[in-house]
């Protein structure tokens, strides 16, 4: 069902695509059209009660549909980050957040070379550390370079600042980080889940996004602004959407609703 309806997709980006050739038109290479569902598959079950909902009442709701979810302890997320984030290209291999590198699966470590954990919120921002709870919600981690992963450190996002070291196209300055284009709608989406999922409810901070960089440890991360637009130009993949249902139907049994309706973004903030 899934394969089917991505097919349809591409198909119909193909088709206008070829279209605005035909009368001239030159598309740049990150568009910003506003975000559109990616499935409508799960919206009779899984998001029955947050259909039609909009503003705090669909962030409240879908609060409350993803936070029924089965937890795993950070030792485990080693191999379940290898079943999420495999290369669909060679299934030895993971592809890596930021440098978009395909890496063996059993280089993982914390040397150069390897590929660790990465809190896509940085567990500094609001301290949960590593305990089971948001430090090890796959929906925002992810495997990375041990060395672009330090680089990133607890950083907020934001547009700018120069090339990272084998980072894919990704930027940084001192207090921000900008992944490479292909990743910027993936962190976005992370960074959003973990709002809407983390309301201070559960003996874990209420996470949420703000304007400012330099957020430290408190329990916000920025800038929202470049989120929003972040998750516009980068609409969900195949890829992305792949490791949602991997995570779905495997392990947490919950969703990130931003990768199945990515306009909702919007509707919220
Ligand atoms: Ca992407
Ligand atoms: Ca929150």
Same mark, same amino acid.
């Given at each position: ?27 740049p290479?990150l568009t910003a059209s506003p975000a ?18 909009? &503003?705090?009442? $669909?962030? =409240? #709701? ?5 936070? %029924?979810?089965? !937890? ?95 980072? &894919?196209?990704? $930027?940084? =300055? #001192? ?5 490479? %284009?292909?990743? !910027? ?43 929003k637009q972040w998750n516009d130009e980068d609409p ?34």
């Open positions: 069902m899934l394969a089917t309806h991505i097919r349809h997709r591409r198909w119909k980006s193909v088709a206008l695509t070829t279209a605005a050739v035909l009368v001239g038109l030159t598309a290479a559109a569902a990616t499935t409508t598959e799960y919206d009779d079950t899984y998001y029955a009660d947050a259909i039609g909902k909009t &503003g705090t009442a $669909l962030k =409240d #709701s879908l609060h409350e549909i993803i936070s %029924d979810q089965t !937890k795993i302890s950070y030792s485990a997320v080693w191999n379940a980050l290898k079943a999420t984030d495999q290369d669909p290209n060679n299934s030895s291999n993971v592809i890596l957040l930021y440098s978009g590198v395909s890496r063996s699966k059993s280089l993982n470590g914390g040397d150069t070379g390897d590929w660790n954990r990465e809190h896509t919120w940085a567990k500094s921002h609001g301290d949960f550390g590593e305990a089971i709870g948001p430090g090890t919600d796959l929906h925002h981690l992810r495997p990375a370079d041990v060395q672009v992963n330090s680089i990133r450190g607890n950083k907020d996002f934001d547009n700018g600042g120069s090339s990272v070291t084998n980072g &894919g196209g990704s $930027l940084t =300055d #001192s207090d921000s980080f900008e992944p490479r %284009d292909a990743d !910027k709608g993936d962190v976005a989406r992370m960074i959003l889940y973990m709002a809407v999922r983390y309301e201070g409810d559960d003996g874990w901070a209420d996470l949420e996004p703000n304007e400012k960089v330099n957020n430290g440890s408190a329990p916000y991360m920025g800038k929202l602004s470049v989120l969900p993949s195949a890829f992305e959407e792949r490791r949602n249902e991997v995570i779905y139907d495997t392990y947490q049994h919950n969703r990130n609703p931003f990768i199945d309706h990515p306009e909702w973004v919007e509707s919220i903030w």
